[in-house]
Every structure is written in structure tokens, then in C-alpha cells.
């Protein structure tokens, strides 16, 4: 089993930032990606970005490149999501996600194993 905790979220103002964090624990064998996803109220979970764990390979989404940046420090099994600039559209609940895989579908929910319980991050204008 793998379980994964987020950290970070909470209330800022517009142009400000947030560090969101995802501690994984359990079995961390076959371990090939962490991403970041969220969901705002009334909306499906949209993908933010994603790492390959062992190359530090990173893709974004275009709503977030430039403003987010996404790493990994695997000693400690944790993945960050650095988040500057933030928007009030970027409210939502934040998810990570642990793809075990090399395989298809990087950007969508199915391609991921296991999740988290997600952080809230609320942006307010």
C-alpha cells in the first residue's frame, strides 16, 4: 500500500505564493511519477504538473507554466509544487498523485495510482 500526504495549502491573496507538499510512505518500490492535479467546485480534477521521479523530467499545465514549479527531493520521498503569482482562478482542492508506471495519459486522473486527500488552496481577489 502507498500513502500519500499532502501539506501546504491554505489562504492567500492574489500575486502572492504557495509550497504545497506530498510525503509518500507505505511501499515506494515502482515509484515512476508524482503529479499535481486540482479541483474546483463544480469542475472535473484538471491536471497541474507532473515529475518523473527518477530523471526530474517535469511537464506543466499551460494555466500554471511559469508561475508553478514542480520538484522532488527522493531521499525524503517528497514531491513539492512551488506556486507563485496565484490567481483567484486557482482555487481549488490540490492532489497529488502517484503514477507507478511508465505508461500513457501523464495528464489525466486515470493514468495515476494512488492519491492523496488533497489540501485546500483558496486564493482571494
Known amino acids: 500500500q502507498v500513502q500519500l500526504v499532502e501539506s501546504g495549502g491554505g489562504l492567500v491573496q492574489a500575486g502572492g505564493s504557495l509550497r504545497l507538499s506530498c510525503a509518500r510512505s507505505?511501499?515506494?518500490?515502482?515509484?515512476?511519477?508524482m503529479g499535481w492535479f486540482r479541483q474546483a467546485p463544480g469542475k472535473e480534477r484538471e491536471f497541474v504538473a507532473t515529475i518523473r521521479l527518477g530523471t526530474g523530467t517535469s511537464y506543466y499545465a499551460d494555466s500554471v507554466k511559469g508561475r508553478s514549479t514542480i520538484s522532488r527531493d527522493n531521499a525524503k520521498n517528497t514531491v513539492y509544487l512551488q506556486m507563485n503569482s496565484l490567481k483567484p482562478e486557482d482555487t481549488a482542492v490540490y492532489y497529488c498523485?502517484?503514477?507507478?508506471?511508465?505508461?500513457?495519459?501523464?495528464?489525466?486522473?486515470?493514468?495515476?495510482?494512488?492519491w492523496g486527500q488533497g489540501t485546500q488552496v483558496t486564493v482571494s481577489s
Open positions: 507505505g511501499s515506494t518500490f515502482s515509484s515512476y511519477a
Open positions: 498523485a502517484l503514477k507507478r508506471y511508465f505508461g500513457p495519459n501523464w495528464g489525466l486522473p486515470a493514468g495515476y495510482d494512488y
